[in-house]
């Protein structure tokens, strides 16, 4: 069983943990609405208020943060536990945003595509070329929910386009070693599908047998399925190409190998186990945002992380 340090507590539903090289980690805290450094000691800044629900991060090619912002959520109190429910009453989009580490001012760089409104974007990945894969989670009412997909776009607000549609609860998000793949979570489907890469912002593609009904979304092929009631949130990518995914009800991170047919699981106290980074010296320690609970962890991993393009 894996030795869990307890870094911080008290954060506010964390999750997009950035690992930085000066030991620090960069979290999103979704109640709270802030972009949040993690020290090596324990304590915590507050880099920037970004208003919604800032639900993932990532360091881009110019050394800023971006988040995905998913418009926030009606929240409850839960058996101990901080639980997100509905979309909110004062919701009114979601959007990518900019922060300046330096400064903390935010901007807003996309909150559309081709006429569409962003819905709830949720986690984000930089391919080597500087340009961003998103997912956009939905937001989900009373009665319905949204159908949505899988986004590139470039950091500079120029350019954005709708990759794969449509999703069930498009979530994590991340690109194999040396960006030949890219891998989604799906959260209700429990499953995780993969694409080949034919270049920046564009997929392989190729006739599966019986065409697009029969295919999986965008032509993906199938990585795993996980059995029972569990639900997938964020991920990460190891450097063997093992996929390391945020598991909620059965609180841990699950580690799927690359032709999916081993699974490893590394179980986390607390059921809303929502996202997990790599770093340290030798890309060896995980670390996860256990959002129910509010606190960020950390463990030791066999195979290093792969470590993300643009990190510092």
């Known amino acids: 069983m894996a030795q869990i340090r307890e870094l911080t507590s008290g954060l506010q539903f964390p999750e997009g943990p950035i690992a930085m090289d000066d030991g620090s ?3 999103v805290e979704i109640k709270r609405g802030t972009l949040t450094r993690v020290k090596p000691d324990g304590t915590q800044q507050i880099i920037a208020h970004t208003g919604g629900g800032p639900n993932g991060a ?3 090619p110019d ?12 929240w409850a109190e839960m058996g101990g536990l901080t639980v997100p429910g509905h979309t909110p009453h004062d919701y009114t989009r ?4 900019r922060v300046d ?3 903390g001012k935010v901007e807003v760089l996309y909150t559309q595509c081709d006429g569409h409104m962003l819905k709830g974007p949720n986690d984000l990945v930089f391919d080597k070329q500087g340009g961003m894969w998103f997912t956009d989670h939905g937001k989900t009412y009373d009665r319905t929910r949204d159908r949505t997909g899988v986004f590139y776009a470039k950091p500079d607000g120029s350019m954005i386009k709708e990759v794969v549609f449509p999703m069930e609860g498009p979530n994590g998000i991340g690109l194999g070693p040396n960006d030949n793949k890219l891998y989604v979570a799906e959260t209700f489907t429990a499953r995780v599908w993969q694409w080949e890469l034919a270049g920046p912002g564009e997929l392989k593609r190729s006739p599966g047998v019986g065409g697009p009904l029969l295919e999986g979304p965008g032509g993906a092929s199938l990585l795993t399925g996980l059995p029972g ?5 964020s991920l990460a990518v190891d450097v063997d190409g093992w996929v390391h995914v945020a598991t909620i009800i059965n609180g841990g991170v699950t580690a799927i190998s690359p032709d999916g047919k081993t699974i490893e699981h590394t179980a986390l106290p607390d059921p809303l186990t929502t996202n997990v980074c ?5 890309m060896r320690t995980a ?6 609970t509010g606190k960020l962890v950390a463990y030791e991993v066999k195979r290093p992380g792969l470590r993300l393009h643009f990190n510092a």
């Open 101 to 103: 580490l330096n400064t």
């Open 63 to 74: 050394g800023a943060c971006y988040i995905t912002n998913d418009g926030g959520f009606e």
């Open 25 to 27: 980690v960069l979290v």
């Open 94 to 97: 979601g959007s990518i945003q």
């Open 58 to 60: 990532a360091i881009g």
């Open 287 to 292: 670390y996860a945002t256990l959002s129910g």
């Open 229 to 233: 009631y569990q639900l997938l949130d």
């Open 278 to 282: 790599f770093g340290g010296k030798d």
